[in-house]
């Protein structure tokens, strides 16, 4: 049992550790580019991490979790509870879930097509709500990834400023692996370039603050380019075990 609690122990400790060293890249970065650091806002991606491991980051000053799955968020939710965190959905979501999403987040990273906007539109009005989203674009335009293209992404805006129950804070992305975090730069731009576009152009109800991109890998770069919620996940809990 002595050894069971000196290795939890390690655990928090190291969990502490790593979230006080992320925060710091992040503002070396933010500093760099002559950004304040308080405009980067850092989302633990803690999806298959048990909760203890997430009391630990929370404990050392993570506000924001970032979860893919939506049964393993509503029971991770059940231990941790709302006090002091957002809970944020960064993986995607299909159009037959989306009633489940307003008791869950907060905030959703990954709406990555109309159809799935008219139907959080249709649910969130019946249930009198407004749900944050970030708007998900394949930068890349790789085909194992969803999200629009940023022509799509031009062509769909209009319809989706018609949608009064969803409020669009902004644009998120995963660009294509790169073997080195800088190659990823020339993604990132793109994605802050076409959210100036977006925002200078003006929609009722969008506001385009929001840019999130760069996870464990990158997000360095991405900041530099940008970010205002990078998603790091290896960097605060470790590698993550595979999901069964």
Same mark, same amino acid.
């Not at 793109?190 to 977006?198: A, G, V």
């Given at each position: 049992m002595a050894q069971a609690n000196a290795s939890d122990t /390690?655990?928090?400790?190291?969990?502490? /550790?790593? $979230?006080?060293?992320?925060? &710091? #890249? $992040?503002?070396?970065?933010?500093? !760099? $580019? +002559? !950004? /304040?650091?308080?405009?980067?806002?850092?989302?633990?991606?803690?999806?298959? $991490? /048990?909760?203890?491991? =997430? !009391?630990?980051? =929370?404990?050392?000053?993570?506000?924001?979790?970032?979860?893919?799955?939506?049964?393993? &968020?509503?029971?991770?939710?059940?231990?941790?509870?709302?006090?002091?965190?957002?809970?944020?959905? =960064? +993986? %995607?979501?299909?159009?037959?879930k989306v009633r489940y999403v307003f008791d869950l987040f907060d905030m959703m990273h990954s709406l990555d097509r109309l159809e799935l906007a008219e139907e959080i539109n249709r649910r969130a009005e019946r249930l009198a709500r407004r749900l944050p989203v970030l708007l998900e674009v394949n930068i890349g335009g790789e085909a194992s990834k969803s999200g629009w293209n940023p022509t799509g992404l031009l062509n769909d805006i209009r319809q989706l400023a018609g949608l009064p129950h969803i409020q669009v804070r902004g644009?998120?992305? =995963? %660009?294509? %692996?790169? %073997?080195?975090?800088?190659?990823?730069?020339?993604?990132?731009?793109?994605?802050?370039?076409? #959210?100036? !576009?977006?925002?200078?152009e003006g929609y009722d109800g969008m506001t385009f603050d929001e840019l999130s991109m760069g996870m464990t890998a990158d997000y360095e770069v991405a900041i530099e380019e940008g970010a205002t919620l990078v998603r790091v996940g290896t960097a605060i809990f470790g590698p993550r075990p595979e999901r069964h």
């Open positions: /390690d655990k928090v400790l190291s969990i502490a /550790d790593n $979230v006080r060293r992320v925060r &710091t #890249r $992040v503002r070396q970065a933010a500093e !760099r $580019v +002559g !950004r /304040d650091p308080l405009t980067v806002r850092l989302v633990a991606a803690s999806k298959t $991490v /048990d909760a203890a491991r =997430i !009391r630990a980051a =929370i404990a050392a000053g993570v506000t924001i979790l970032g979860e893919n799955y939506l049964q393993e &968020t509503r029971q991770k939710l059940g231990q941790l509870g709302r006090a002091g965190v957002e809970w944020h959905l =960064i +993986g %995607p979501l299909q159009r037959n644009l998120m992305t =995963i %660009p294509p %692996p790169t %073997p080195q975090p800088h190659e990823a730069r020339p993604f990132f731009r793109q994605l802050r370039q076409l #959210r100036d !576009r977006l925002a200078q």
